[in-house]
């Protein structure tokens, strides 16, 4: 069964760090790009970091940068979502999603993997 399985949300303060990883089974993470999203209650799905399937594009959300740090270990099929100075408004669940092409701009598109989301919540 392909799937891709998120991990590490939790409860954490504001200025704290999390990192979230994202495990793929089934298949290898190496030839796929590979984008973090997050959704808030009452908001829409936002990309927050994207790292294509060369890894010569890493892509940063403005929300986001400075603070986060995508990274991707082929040896153990995951890519993580470092996420240091976490803020009330990083909030949300947070999904990965892969998808065989080249460009981050096409992560989202038909035949893309989904997780099913792990939830981050900042707050004091």
């Known amino acids: 069964q392909l799937q891709l399985v998120e991990s590490g949300g939790g409860l954490v303060q504001p200025g704290g760090s999390l990192r979230l990883s994202c495990t793929a089974s089934?298949?290898?993470?190496?030839?796929?790009?590979i984008g973090w999203f997050r959704q808030a209650p009452g908001k829409e799905r936002e990309g927050v970091s994207c790292?294509?399937?060369?890894?010569?594009?890493?892509n940063y959300a403005d929300s986001v940068k400075g603070r986060f740090t995508l990274s991707r270990d082929n040896a153990k099929n995951t890519v993580y979502l470092q996420m240091n100075s976490l803020k009330p408004e990083d909030t949300a669940v947070y999904y990965c999603?892969?998808?065989?092409?080249?460009?981050?701009?096409?992560?989202?598109?038909?035949?893309?993997?989904w997780g099913q989301g792990t939830q981050v919540t900042v707050s004091s």
């Open positions: 999603a892969a998808r065989r092409v080249i460009s981050c701009m096409l992560v989202t598109g038909p035949g893309s993997y």
């Open positions: 089934g298949f290898t993470l190496d030839s796929y790009t």
């Open positions: 790292i294509s399937s060369s890894g010569g594009s890493l």
